[in-house]
């Protein structure tokens, strides 16, 4: 299985970024994708998951409102679409697969992480 991240990049605050997670290795029906970020000294938080056969969500309260989790099937694709980028949400975001209940985790496979910096 592998995850490829891309997407991230430098933006000021209030703006904008689409991160995306391209998935292969298997077939996802059945498993849960999330994103994750880590912020300089901080540890891993948990951001936004997505079952991918209901497609239902469920986002951190922290960018609940401003970031939507989506996925594409025919491209077996994640998406995080952040708006109103805040410095605070400066980090190295993840992507993550696996098959859990809980939305936090544990997953079972990680991608290499895109970097995201909000400059204020």
């Known amino acids: 299985v592998q995850l490829q991240a891309s997407g991230g990049g430098l933006v000021q605050a209030g703006g904008s970024l689409r991160l995306s997670c391209a998935a292969s290795?298997?077939?996802?029906?059945?498993?849960?994708m999330a994103w994750f970020r880590q912020a300089p000294g901080k540890e891993r938080e948990f951001v936004a998951r997505?079952?991918?056969?209901?497609?239902?969500?469920y986002y951190a309260d922290s960018v609940k409102g401003r970031f939507t989790i989506s996925r594409d099937n025919a491209k077996d694709t994640v998406y995080l679409q952040m708006n109103s980028l805040k410095p605070e949400d400066t980090a190295v975001y993840y992507c993550?697969?696996?098959?859990?209940?809980?939305?936090?985790?544990?997953?079972?496979?990680w991608g290499q992480g895109t970097q995201v910096t909000v400059s204020s």
């Open positions: 993550a697969a696996g098959v859990t209940v809980v939305s936090t985790g544990p997953y079972d496979y």
């Open positions: 997505i079952r991918w056969s209901s497609g239902s969500t």
């Open positions: 290795g298997r077939t996802f029906s059945g498993y849960t």
